[in-house]
């Protein structure tokens, strides 16, 4: 798979900004915040956790990204409560939403869907296959064929969301919902230093039943990363820099 240059969006003055929400203190938008400043956007990262406030409005934000983090959709915290109710902005207001992990988990309890443990308890934490499904090639040609994991919890289908790619432990694994809101399970966005943070900080989950060792995190990066990376890159053209009508000629072609 060849890399091509990253979209950028024309120079109009002032970058616009897309709203970052992390989990926690030393948490990092990684390569998705890297690749939206290079395709001309600037972050506005916030931490609810640590008592950042989220917008009423994104009447000045171009999108937002909701990250991971070692919590659950389902706790009962006020700011995890307070989060997935905020998701109505977005949605109400048509603005691009990528909810990646416990984001993409967030989405969907806003949505009226459900997130929970595997019936067996199995965990996917390392390298696992993705497959695409017809009206996610319709999007994108070239999904990879493994992709990292780092979560215990996975989430049904909300109704009207249309799945975009599957897996084999959690059979959903990305969706839309409408043109503007979209949710991964896996992670895309680490760097190597990232990766390698992960692997020593989270060593504890390698023990859950199907979680892979950590050497194995490290060795399937070599094998796996390019094709997710450039995956990413033109997966976040299409989310923050593709006009909502022009995914619409995209999937009759």
């Known amino acids: 798979m060849t890399a091509e240059p990253p979209a950028r969006r024309p ?10 929400v992390l989990h926690q203190e030393r948490s990092s938008p990684g390569r998705v915040g890297q690749m939206l400043e290079r395709k001309g956007f600037r972050l506005d990262i916030r931490r609810p956790v640590l008592g950042d406030p989220l917008p009423k409005t994104l009447a000045d934000h171009a999108g937002a990204v909701v990250f991971g983090g070692p919590m659950s959709a389902n706790d009962a915290d006020d700011f995890v409560r307070a989060e997935i109710d905020w998701l109505s902005v977005p949605l109400t207001e048509n603005k691009p939403y990528l909810g990646i992990c416990l984001g993409a ?3 969907v309890k806003q949505l009226g869907g459900m997130v929970e443990s595997h019936s067996d308890g199995l965990a996917e934490i390392g390298w696992y296959p993705l497959r695409a499904t017809e009206k996610g090639r319709a999007l994108l040609p070239d999904w990879p064929d493994m992709v990292y994991h ?19 432990t959690y059979p959903n694994q990305a969706f839309r919902y409408g043109r503007t809101a979209w949710a991964l399970q896996f992670h895309a966005e680490l760097t190597r230093a990232m990766m390698q943070r992960w692997v020593v900080h989270g060593a504890h989950r390698f023990e859950l039943p199907n979680a892979q060792r950590g050497k194995a995190h490290l060795d399937g990066r070599l094998l796996h990363d390019e094709p997710l990376r450039v995956w990413l890159s033109n997966f976040l053209d299409i989310v923050f820099l593709q006009p909502p009508q022009q995914r619409l000629l995209t999937e009759s072609v």
């Open 11 to 20: 120079s109009t003055g002032e970058q616009p900004a897309i709203l970052v």
């Open 105 to 107: 988990q967030m989405l």
């Open 150 to 168: 780092f979560h215990r919890e996975g989430f049904d289908l909300p109704a009207g969301a249309e799945l975009l790619a599957e897996g084999d």
